[in-house]
């Protein structure tokens, strides 16, 4: 028993050290991290911010209401910039470390390099969770609400032109037609209150159409309750009613959703997306294009992750005079150009294939590949 008791004794003290290692790298991530989403979130909030003052200098817009529109896009900026935080606070913390001296006691102390270094990692994994969970829960509601107010608040949209909704598309021998709606039910891919006009080529109206509500059946579109007016060359207009009449509006129900939403796919969920897939709406370009962005915003969060992995080499090189934060700062900027550079070719490259979810999810997860490949063998030659 006391053998017991004494061994006990001798192995106690490694476990609060290994604790102590912990909180200490983590603590000197914080600051630094900090610093890095302040930066980059005030530089992509600069654009913002200016967009919303002219909205309050031309539109005269509520002070209050273009307060709120600027706090309801800060969670998108927020996504983007965590990344770039996460790479910016690895590497000062870790020029800091470096340049004292600390990492050189640590190892002859018994402790790796990458141990050392292991606390960052799962820090930057846990953000890339967490940037995944904001991306999918709040950062969709947050779009909607910014997209809400910037249309019927700041905008003061009102009743056609304003809260109605517009499509217009092209008639053969150089006519158009321009359909309004005031609202649309996705449930049941209906639109409401439609009124659709068809010019001719002088643009002079030859069609009217209202109808309460125009549902689509692939592949067009029902009127119900529609009632037509013709206006013929002598002057006389004819009127048809209809009980059911079938009118091409020229878009499918999720060009019209992405339409009205004012959104893109960059707005959207994850699970937006999935359902606007699953619409079997989509030409096959679209549907490529949907893809792509569905796997993109699955891989994207992770390079918070992937940022923490090559930052730790570089950062293992501290510099031999002042400046370090500049230069960590430059570094950083140029890692983040490169990753998206090669996430867009990637992106686009992609997007045009005929490859399914397959051939998506590899471009959209080869950034996050190259990157830590390019990390972890770094890593592994600064650990020798």
Request: proline letters at 5%; zero cysteines.
């Amino acid at each position: 028993m006391e053998r017991a008791l004494a061994a006990l004794r001798e192995a106690w003290p490694t476990f609060p050290a290994v604790a102590i290692l912990d909180r200490y790298m983590v603590a000197e991530l914080g600051g630094p991290f900090a610093f890095g989403l302040s930066a980059f979130a005030l530089i992509f909030a600069a654009t913002n911010l200016l967009a919303i003052s002219r909205l309050i200098a031309e539109q005269h817009a509520p002070l209050v209401s273009a307060m709120e529109y600027f706090f309801w896009q800060f969670p998108q900026i927020l996504i983007t910039v965590v990344p770039m935080a996460m790479l910016l606070g690895v590497l000062l913390a870790l020029q800091r470390i470096s340049g004292e001296s600390e990492l050189t006691a640590l190892k002859a102390g018994g402790v790796g390099l990458v141990r050392a270094v292991a606390p960052l990692l799962i820090v930057g994994f846990a953000v890339s969770v967490l940037s995944l969970v904001l991306q999918e829960g709040v950062v969709p509601y947050a779009n909607d609400r910014a997209t809400y107010l910037r249309e019927n608040v700041i905008k003061q949209v009102g009743a056609f032109g304003g809260g109605s909704h517009t499509v217009t598309s092209s008639l053969p021998g150089g006519g158009r037609q321009v359909t309004f709606f005031v609202g649309y039910d996705p449930v049941t891919q209906s639109l409401l209150d439609v009124t659709l006009i068809k010019y001719d080529a002088l643009n002079k109206p030859q069609v009217i159409v209202f109808a309460d509500r125009a549902k689509y059946q692939q592949p067009t579109w029902t009127f119900s309750n529609a009632q037509e007016y013709s206006f013929n060359p002598d002057g006389t207009t004819h009127l048809l009613q209809a009980p059911q009449q079938q009118v091409d509006v020229g878009e499918r129900p999720s060009q019209i959703q992405e339409t009205i939403t004012n959104k893109n796919r960059e707005e959207m969920s994850r699970s937006q997306l999935r359902e606007v897939v699953a619409s079997g709406q989509l030409s096959p370009p679209e549907m490529r294009a949907y893809q792509t962005t569905y796997e993109e915003k699955l891989a994207r969060p992770f390079a918070s992750f992937v940022f923490a992995l090559i930052a730790v080499p570089f950062g293992l090189r501290a510099p031999r005079s002042g400046g370090g934060t500049g230069l960590g700062f430059g570094l950083a900027v140029a890692i983040v150009f490169v990753y998206f550079v090669i996430a867009s070719v990637a992106s686009a490259f992609t997007s045009s294939l005929n490859g399914g979810y397959v051939v998506s999810a590899l471009g959209a997860w080869m950034p996050n590949a190259l990157f830590t490949g390019i990390g972890a063998y770094l890593l592994q030659r600064a650990a020798r």
